[in-house]
């Protein structure tokens, strides 16, 4: 008989938060969207439960499901935009909104200018230090696609790297 | 180049596995040796390391953030209850509707005194009203007739499909949906190619004693049961062509 999973301890899930926070602002265009897409993570977890024993595997359900829900969120974003254009008359077109945390002043050029499967990825494998079985998992996607995506993304991100030489020293992200 | 470090040169994913340090330490000192070997790709792969190095300065201790209230699990679950609180509420007002709509329905039916202990009189008071040349449209027009086998199926079984009667010559041409005493009920209006109609009409067994058949005025009603759901097929009386029609639906 499939037992009911037991409901995640808050203490468990407490301790994983700003780590969620960090993902999630890798991600969404500001600070506030980056809480949103935390919180939805939040309520997806609480309502379906996860069987913790391994604290790891939690964390690494924890961004899939966060990561889930901005594809969702950006999905509905580019739906609506489609929409919104049929209705205006002049044609915006408007760039990607800059990420100010991994801003490019902050001496990473470019990673603001990666695509969000790519900066999810380098921060799962680079930040977070997931396997890449772990990482593959938490996006969804084979470990193959992993391997040619950090691969692109991390030659893209030289490549602006050599364009734009860092104009300060590190800063820590506030 | 020599063929030694031909033979050892790693591909590109165990170059990016040396950066986040996923190698076992022989590939991984096979991989330093050739790195100094090949100054061009070590400088390459030295750029990835100080890539990933700045990302984690960067992204480093976001427990220092300014911490979002929003963002604890218990304030996020007592968002949850609240919010299953006031589906709640939506649901409730909803099933509300429902008993009220059902009551003037009922009362509707008061308006229009059918014979109840007649068998299936229901049938042909929605035949009546429905299928007689002067009747309003539809609610269930040709067009909608993949709506309307949904909701048949939904509400009688196996037993709720749009019958094809058009081996006999009808064809569909839309079908209402009914409140009676025994629950939910549909009658679906045929016409064949002289204009005659005829309504099939099922809904929930009440308390019909068996199959048959009896004239209403000019109307002629033909029904039977099967399982938990009666059938009726109302028809001009005069048609003599519809009295085979029962026959077709409960084969067919």
Do not use: C
Not at chain 1, 44 to 71: H, I, K, M, N
Not at chain 2, 41 to 67: C, F, S, T
Not at chain 2, 229 to 234: D, M
């Amino acid at each position: 008989m499939p037992a009911r999973l037991p409901p995640l301890d808050d203490e468990t899930l407490h301790a994983l938060i700003p780590r969620l926070r960090r993902f999630a602002r890798s991600l969404a265009s500001d600070a506030a969207a980056a809480d949103d897409l935390v919180q939805t993570a939040l309520e997806r977890a609480l309502t379906r439960g996860f069987d913790v024993r391994e604290p790891a595997a939690l964390q690494a359900w924890l961004f899939s499901v966060l990561y889930r829900a901005f594809v969702d969120e950006h999905r509905r974003a580019v739906r609506w935009k489609r929409i919104a254009r049929l209705f205006s008359a002049e044609d915006e077109a408007s760039p990607p909104p800059p990420d100010r945390v991994f801003d490019a002043r902050t001496s990473l050029a470019g990673f603001a200018s990666l695509t969000p499967e790519q900066r999810a990825l380098l921060m799962l494998v680079s930040v977070e230090g997931l396997a890449y079985r772990e990482a593959a998992d938490a996006l969804g996607i084979p470990v193959g696609t992993v391997m040619s995506r950090l691969s692109r993304a991390r030659r893209a991100l030289r490549a602006m790297q050599e364009e734009t030489p860092p104009t300060s020293a590190l800063k820590a992200l506030r | 180049m020599t063929i030694k470090t031909l033979h050892d040169a790693p591909t590109d994913d165990e170059l990016h596995a040396y950066v986040d340090g996923r190698l076992d330490p022989a590939r991984r000192a096979a991989v330093v040796a050739w790195l100094e070997a090949n100054s061009e790709r070590a400088a390459q792969v030295e750029g990835w390391k100080r890539d990933a190095e700045r990302l984690r300065v960067l992204a480093a201790n976001p427990e220092h953030w300014v911490p979002n209230a929003a963002l604890t699990p218990a304030q996020v679950r007592r968002g949850l209850q609240a919010r299953r609180r006031r589906r709640m509420g939506i649901a409730a007002s909803w099933v509300f509707a429902f008993v009220i709509g059902g009551g003037a329905g009922w009362q509707m039916r008061d308006l229009h005194p059918a014979p109840s202990s007649l068998p299936m009189a229901d049938a042909v008071a929605a035949y009546r009203q429905f299928a007689e040349a002067d009747a309003p449209p539809m609610e269930f027009d040709t067009a909608r007739a993949d709506d309307l086998q949904r909701w048949l199926q939904r509400h009688f079984g196996e037993a709720g499909r749009v019958p094809d009667l058009s081996q006999a010559g009808y064809r569909l041409m839309g079908g209402r949906l009914l409140s009676t005493e025994q629950g939910a009920a549909a009658m679906l209006v045929y016409q064949d190619g002289s204009g005659a109609r005829v309504g099939f009409y099922l809904r929930p067994r009440g308390r019909l004693a068996g199959d048959g058949q009896r004239r209403d005025g000019d109307l002629l009603a033909q029904y039977w049961s099967h399982r938990g759901t009666s059938f009726a097929l109302v028809s001009d009386a005069a048609d003599a062509a519809a009295r085979a029609l029962p026959r077709l639906l409960e084969n067919g």
